[in-house]
């Protein structure tokens, strides 16, 4: 029952304390707001550029162009050879007319048509391999180099690596951004938290000497932060969802893969979001009113 | 007090060798110069500060050794006033005694019984939704008197409660305090009014330049020859 008390005396203390220096609050709010949506900027971005990832892992990972005119006795022995590597999941056959054939259907997807020109263009065969554990991509390669009946091997190890550089990149650029914006965050609601300290210098000098303790003093205030936070993370959260269904296809426009980032994710940003937000409002506010408590006492 | 003494960083020396016992139930008055040491001693006994030597016991506690969370707990057993009241303007003369309770996390079933008792005992009963602002200064410190009483101190400070106040108001807050006191709370008056102490001839404790110059029962403000 004294706890509960306690627990009802600080969130109402914090609560006017939010209204009573509505501006300075609402403004230290804002800036919560604008950290949150740039992480969830960031968020957003590394999850669909991760789910294109793991798109390009799932792809057929090795191709091998072959001689020309291979002899099907050979290259059925070359498929049981493949099958046989390590990490190889399957190995598929692609005929020059099938190759021909998945070309005009991407020109078909595209809305245009195939103008050969009258020219007879005849496509290499390959293989298609599986592979079981992407990091296999390399060794399969190597084997399938040196191999006669194969002219060239093509994976997916080096359009795999560019995007890990570039998902590196924007991680790194993002969190310095975020990191120098959760400063002026914390900084913003130090002040706040301050000014509301300062403007009840009063209450809290009655409070002592009529035998508060430190927690019935310090608590509302430390609130007081949390709850911008809070309501940051809130409208930030609404925000989120407002734009989630519309920026899906936009991500997959701009990135030029499939991007598309489960809506369990949404549920994963917003706990990300709220812990942020009630992190930084809570460790501002805790700041501020310590120094100002041990500075008095 | 045993051999209290207390020196500022700067090097002031506000207190020196003081050696004082109060008994439970006493009326005492605290005289002497401004500067004599008057707020050092009384900041000594809430544990605003701690001296630099000997030591300080209220209530049966020791205050030199007592940890910084202990305050708290000391505090509801010393009920305080001072010469400008310290009310908190935006809230009403029984929000004000209410608040003592409500920051220490009493129930509100104990806070409803406990401030109209406080507000008839200091006669404000009637005055309970007033803002301080709509007071006179007797009023006022009435209302700091019953915010000191709502835990039921076993010591009242009073630190110049008369000085803001014309001659015929101090002497209601006197008899006020003179009240409280028979109801056995010891009450240690700090003031600079010769009239009601040579009037009250109670127990004077003179400090001049940190030192305790008299202590006499039955006393005047001026030494007596």
Redesign the interface.
């Known amino acids: ?2 706890f509960a ?2 627990i009802g ?1 600080s969130i109402v203390r914090a609560w006017q304390g939010f209204w009573r220096n509505a501006m300075m609050s609402l403004a230290a709010t804002a800036t919560v707001i604008l950290m949150l949506v740039l992480l969830s900027g960031l968020l957003i971005v590394i999850a669909g550029l991760n789910s294109g990832l793991e798109f390009i892992e799932s792809k057929v990972a090795v191709t091998a162009q072959l001689q020309d005119d291979l002899p099907e006795a050979d290259r059925i022995e070359l498929i049981a050879d493949v099958e046989t590597q390590p990490g190889v999941a399957s190995v598929a056959y692609v005929s020059p007319e099938e190759a021909m054939e998945r070309l005009r259907a991407s020109y078909r997807e595209a809305g245009e048509e195939l103008d050969t020109g009258g020219a007879e263009i005849r496509l290499f065969a390959s293989l298609e391999i599986n592979l079981v554990d992407p990091n296999a991509s390399g060794d399969v390669g190597e084997f399938l180099a040196t191999h006669d009946d194969v002219v060239r091997v093509l994976t997916k190890q080096a359009e795999y690596d560019t995007l890990l550089g570039i998902i590196n990149v924007i991680r790194t650029v993002g969190l310095v951004g975020i990191g120098l914006v959760g400063l002026t965050v914390l900084f913003m609601i130090i002040n706040t938290i301050r000014i509301a300290v300062y403007s009840r210098a ?2 809290i ?10 927690s ?2 310090r608590w509302p205030f430390i609130l007081e932060g949390v709850l911008c936070g809070l309501i940051g993370a809130i409208v930030t959260i609404v925000l989120v969802a407002i734009v989630w269904d519309p920026i899906q296809p936009a991500m997959v426009t701009i990135f030029q893969m499939p991007t598309a980032v489960s809506a369990r994710f949404l549920t994963t940003l917003s706990v990300v979001l709220l812990a942020a937000g009630l992190g930084v409002g809570a460790l501002g506010s805790w700041i501020s009113v310590r120094s100002y408590l041990s500075a008095t ?1 | 007090m045993v051999d209290v003494g207390m020196t500022y960083p700067n090097g002031k020396v506000a207190l020196a060798d003081v050696n004082v016992e109060i008994p439970n139930g006493d009326f005492v008055f605290l005289v002497g110069p401004s500067g004599a040491g008057k707020s050092t001693f009384i900041r000594l006994l ?1 544990r605003e500060q701690v001296p630099t030597t000997g030591s300080v016991r209220v209530a049966g506690r020791d205050l030199v050794r007592m940890r ?2 202990q305050v ?5 057993r010393i009920g ?1 006033v001072f010469q400008d009241f ?1 009310l ?1 303007p935006s809230k009403t003369v029984a929000e004000n005694v209410a ?2 309770l ?7 079933s104990h806070i409803r019984q406990r401030v109209p008792q406080l507000l008839s005992l200091v006669g404000l009963q009637d005055h309970a939704h007033h803002l301080p602002t709509q007071l006179s200064g007797g009023e006022q410190q009435r209302t700091a008197i019953a ?2 009483l ?2 039921a101190p076993t010591i009242l400070i009073a630190d110049e409660p008369t000085g803001n106040l014309d001659p015929v108001t101090s002497w209601e807050i006197i008899q006020l305090l003179i009240q409280i006191n028979e109801l056995g709370t010891t009450v240690l008056m700090a003031t600079h009014n010769q009239e009601i102490v040579n009037a009250m001839r109670r127990r004077v404790l003179a400090l001049e330049g940190g030192h305790l110059v008299r202590d006499e029962a039955a006393a005047a403000y001026e030494r007596e020859y």
């Open positions: 029952m004294p008390r306690f005396f009063g209450e000098e009655i409070m002592r000497l009529v035998g508060a303790s430190d019935f003093i006492h | 809430i910084r969370r708290p707990a000391l505090r509801r305080i310290r908190l608040f003592a409500d920051v220490t996390g009493a129930p509100r915010r000191a709502v835990h």
